[in-house]
């Protein structure tokens, strides 16, 4: 851009869009306050108001407070005392970790029936990607790049969870990570805020329904509708972990995070925003610091921004012990101070730990805690329980919990996992496998595994609902083969006594599928790896078939992206199967045998060692970027300037070519972008092989110079299209002021459309060349 630039400062950006087009803004400009905005006033206000007025001090702090239950025990059972007492005291607000629908039943009965006002409980459970029903973990969805496959796993969680008692679950997680040792990356979407935000909203309406859509038992939330989570099928989502947690320092878990307020608005908070656009019902607080301050204690971004500056109406939860982890931090000194800071910055309910209801009514008498606030707290609780219908149905029908997983759920899941699946490599054409092959040896420690659900599935669905094995489906799919399976090596990769026996299977088959990658308690919380590559010797596995000269294929199975050793070069094919849920077997075998062609893409750009750490696709420059002629620029001596495999990279097994991209007009004024105006770029798909199949065509943004140094390429649209065999498809994407602008540094929320050029590139990752240029004048 010129060196004079004219700012175009947009006070607000309306509006969501689907995938492919362009997202909403983070959020609308303007200065936040220390005082929390009140919450969303609706039809349910006057009852709010009434139960309000009637409440004592401890009710009311009562209300704020939730307690975890004991797994498998029910009321009477001693384990669960503390709760039924509070519960009949009516001093507790929320339970979590409980679900069934008599155990939920009698604890409700106890808070309705036996409690002095009534108010019935709002039961938590981590529903992460399925209930009975476990879809492929998040990350794995993401890299679908269908949003609609989030929506899916939402939709039938919420029925299957609300039918045993589950009235709020604590998902979606939207940190957008670069981090691939954290191993919360598997509960995300990887490392782009685009493709996050996009998730992010699917999840939401997947859980609770479609934002204005009329709930089953009627009622009414703040726009005059039933919230769509009333409904008996329906629960209400949570976006986590607010905010910045996915760049945690190392990737060790509740670690530091310093980030610029630049930083902070375009990459953590978009999805955030779009969560929040969605309708989403509530906001769990983050375990890490920002920028030096305590998530749970963070006035500027509960208050200011989430509840002042988005308008947010809905309740703040603590995350497990949060407000208690002030006192470590070094930010509360004990748990008077932590519960006065939490609630002061804007969390309105505690989970796990009691510094609300053991210091409130003191430190309220004391003028240390506003009552406003408290009440504010109070009431948005309050507010999500009549948005919920729990006053006019606390109970749900036993007769009705649904135990399994049924048919159609079962097909989803596993429609759900081939179409998540990302194919890295398939040199000479090494995949699909053919159906007449006469001998298969599956070997390595995941191919007769039934843990491929992944990280946070429910306990009582392991044990009850394992995930289908790979050897029985491939059995299945190839049943006039035979089929052998060696173990080889443990899943921990340190047991190689059966390495001889796996060679021997694969010199006795056609072909060798090799099973390797991660257990999945090696990723989600407090799983961070200092190593990436597979666990312990599974890669002299891999060497060994490679060393017979037989045939074989590579599938992975793993909660993050993964570092490849020496045998990448050595493996005709390798498939990203990540951990697929529930029928990770039979998904894995219809990839495998080709009844589903690939077609999904990297939501995470794979490092090729762990020193390469932080890469991802959409860096910054600097001033002195990489030449491979000149030393002294930014770059390692010893490797690539680019990762193994990059953000948006899959293959499939037809080929694709996207043509030239066209841009509707090729300058646009910032003061037309800020009263709405859009373009529009198109590019048409050919399906040049000779199968059907689906490519994802990504679009790419580039502002060449601006005033904040901007990254080289952001996605800004995508759009997964299925081609038959030479036919062709235009894609269209539609462009506005939330795509070509960015947030500064002001903490106020300043985000500005600038004046030159910006470069718009089209293709099948985030490497595509394809591209035209934008003058904003």
């Excluded at 399925?130 to 973990?137: D, H, V, Y």
């Excluded at 305590?294 to 509840?307: C, E, F, M, V, Y």
């Amino acid at each position: 851009m010129r060196d004079v630039r004219r700012r175009t400062l947009l006070s607000a950006i309306g509006g969501t869009a689907a995938a492919g087009s362009a997202l909403s803004a983070v959020g609308t400009a303007g200065a936040g306050t220390a005082q929390a905005a009140p919450g969303r006033r609706g039809p349910h206000e006057r009852r709010v108001r009434e139960l309000l007025g009637r409440m004592t001090v401890e009710e009311k702090f009562g209300q704020l407070q939730q307690l975890p239950w004991a797994w498998d025990t029910g009321p009477g059972g001693g384990a669960t005392k503390d709760v039924e007492d509070a519960a009949r005291a009516g001093r507790l607000g929320s339970v979590l970790s409980i679900f069934g629908a008599r155990t939920t039943n009698a604890l409700q009965r106890l808070a309705v029936e036996e409690s002095r006002l009534g108010i019935p409980l709002v039961f938590g459970l981590d529903v992460i990607h399925g209930f009975w029903t476990t879809f492929p973990i998040p990350l794995a969805q993401a890299a679908s790049f269908d949003p609609e496959v989030a929506r899916t796993d939402g939709e039938v969680s919420a029925k299957e969870a609300r039918s045993n008692g589950v009235h709020w679950t604590f998902a979606p997680m939207m940190d957008v990570t670069r981090e691939p040792r954290w191993g919360r990356i598997a509960e995300g979407n990887g490392e782009d805020a685009y493709l996050t935000a996009a998730f992010a909203a699917a999840k939401v309406r997947g859980y609770q329904g479609e934002p204005g859509a009329r709930g089953k038992d009627g009622g009414d939330d703040h726009d005059g509708s039933a919230a769509p989570y009333r409904a008996k099928d329906r629960i209400a989502a949570c976006a986590k972990h607010f905010v910045a947690y996915g760049g945690a320092e190392g990737g060790r878990d509740y670690n530091t995070v310093d980030v610029s307020e630049s930083r902070l608005r375009n990459l953590y908070l978009p999805p955030f925003k779009a969560a929040s656009d969605a309708g989403v019902a509530t906001v769990m607080a983050s375990f890490n610091t920002v920028s030096g301050v305590p998530a749970h204690g963070n006035t500027h971004t509960l208050t200011d921004i989430l509840k002042k500056e988005w308008d947010f109406g809905g309740v703040v939860v603590s995350d497990w012990t949060g407000v208690q982890e002030l006192i470590p931090h070094g930010f509360a000194e004990d748990g008077a101070a932590a519960a006065r800071l939490a609630l002061g910055a804007g969390v309105d309910m505690e989970m796990t730990s009691t510094h609300f209801v053991t210091h409130g009514k003191k430190l309220l008498r004391e003028g240390k805690i506003d009552a406003r606030r408290l009440d504010d707290a109070v009431a948005r609780v309050l507010r999500l329980k009549f948005d919920l219908g729990l006053f006019e149905h606390p109970y749900v029908d036993e007769s009705g919990a649904i135990d399994g997983p049924s048919a159609a759920a079962r097909r989803a899941a596993r429609e759900s996992a081939a179409r998540s699946m990302v194919l890295l490599k398939n040199d000479r054409a090494a995949l699909p496998l053919k159906r007449s092959l006469r001998s298969i040896a599956v070997v390595g420690p995941f191919g007769d595994s039934d843990d491929l659900l992944g990280t946070w599935s429910l306990p009582a669905a392991v044990r009850r609902f394992p995930s289908v094995k790979i050897l029985d489906a491939i059995r299945r799919a190839a049943p006039d083969a035979e089929v052998t399976y060696a173990r080889g090596v443990d899943p921990e990769g340190k047991e190689t006594g059966g390495i001889p026996k796996a060679v021997a299977a694969a010199r006795a088959a056609e072909v060798t599928v090799v099973v390797v990658g991660e257990p999945p308690a090696m990723s989600g919380e407090a799983a961070a790896r200092s190593d990436i590559g597979l666990p312990g010797e599974q890669e002299k596995l891999v060497a060994a078939v490679a060393a017979t000269g037989k045939p074989f294929v590579v599938v992975l199975v793993n909660g993050r992206p993964l570092t490849m050793g020496d045998w990448l070069g050595a493996a005709p094919a390798v498939l990203e199967a990540w951990h697929p849920g529930l029928e990770a077997g039979n998904a894995v075998a219809d990839v495998l045998f080709g009844r589903i062609v690939p077609g999904g893409k990297l939501p995470v750009s794979f490092p090729r060692t762990v020193g390469q750490l932080p890469v991802h696709y959409n860096h910054e420059s600097t001033g002195r970027p990489y030449d491979a002629d000149n030393k002294y620029t930014s770059k390692y001596l010893d490797l690539p300037p680019d990762p193994q495999f990059a953000f948006g990279h899959g293959l499939s097994y037809t080929t694709f070519e996207i043509g030239e991209p066209r841009l509707s007009r090729e300058r646009i004024s910032a003061a037309a972008l800020r009263r709405g105006d859009t373009l529009e770029m198109a590019v048409s798909v050919t399906n040049t092989g000779d199968r059907a199949g689906d490519e994802v065509v990504q679009l790419y943004v580039h502002d060449v110079t601006a005033s904040i140094t901007r990254p080289v390429r952001e996605l800004r649209g995508f759009r997964r299209v299925t081609l038959e065999p030479g036919t062709s498809r235009t894609v269209r994407f539609r462009l506005g002021a939330d795509d070509l602008g960015f947030w500064t540094n002001d903490p106020r929320g300043e985000f500005l459309v600038e004046e030159g050029a910006v470069d718009l590139y089209v293709g099948d990752s985030s490497a595509a060349k394809a591209k035209r240029r934008l003058t904003i004048t």
